[in-house]
């Protein structure tokens, strides 16, 4: 393919939900990939007064190399830094009504993400299309759900007082003990 019908394609199958596409980044990659070795050119077109398309496809040391990614890819977790587990480990700095009000406009957002998720899957489903090609949209969907009812849980206890807001980080009993062990 062309990079440009790559990111086409990309987008049709909705590659956009788990990386960033651009067509000038996919251009670059795929000059990359051809200067290691990983793809090569197979052709040149030229559709009217456009400028000539080259076509690539993937070598075999390509091909390796993407299934050795994937394997390690899916085997080992990866540290990742979401800007929501930030946010978490920082929340104590708002007041409990506003920690309150954005977890429920999380889990608003995150139920219309996830409604998409069934929306895709159920599309998916009608197709026939074999669930192995769309296990990135069920796990999608459960890393959601699980998502989901941790918030909605932990909501509900800030709502209910469950959660105590003020008040000193360490209980009284814990400093005096912390400074009888220091003696």
């Known amino acids: ?29 795929v000059g ?3 200067d290691l070795g990983y793809a090569e050119a197979v052709g040149t077109d ?12 993937i070598t075999d040391a390509g091909r390796t ?20 587990g930030l946010a978490v480990s920082h929340v104590d700095n708002l ?15 995150l139920r219309t993400q996830r409604d998409g998720y069934d929306d895709a899957a159920t ?15 069920s796990y999608a969907r459960a890393m959601l759900t699980a998502q989901l009812e941790w918030l909605s849980a932990i909501a509900d206890r800030l709502d209910s007082g469950q959660i105590p807001w003020e008040g000193p980080a360490l209980p009284d009993e814990h400093l005096q003990n912390s400074k009888d062990t220091t003696r």
């Open 46 to 57: 030229r559709a009217g007064n456009r400028p000539e398309r080259t076509t690539y496809a």
């Open 123 to 137: 599309g998916l489903q009608a197709k026939g299309l074999a669930e192995r090609y769309w296990l990135d949209v």
């Open 32 to 34: 990359r990939l051809a």
């Open 1 to 29: 393919m062309h990079p440009y019908e790559m990111f086409q394609t990309m987008l049709q199958r909705r590659e956009d939900r788990n990386v960033k596409v651009r067509p000038g980044t996919l251009y670059h990659q």
């Open 95 to 109: 007041p409990v009504e506003d920690v309150a009000a954005a977890l429920r406009a999380r889990i608003s957002a």
């Open 65 to 84: 190399a993407l299934e050795a990614g994937l394997r390690r890819m899916v085997a080992e977790p990866a540290d990742e830094y979401p800007q929501f």
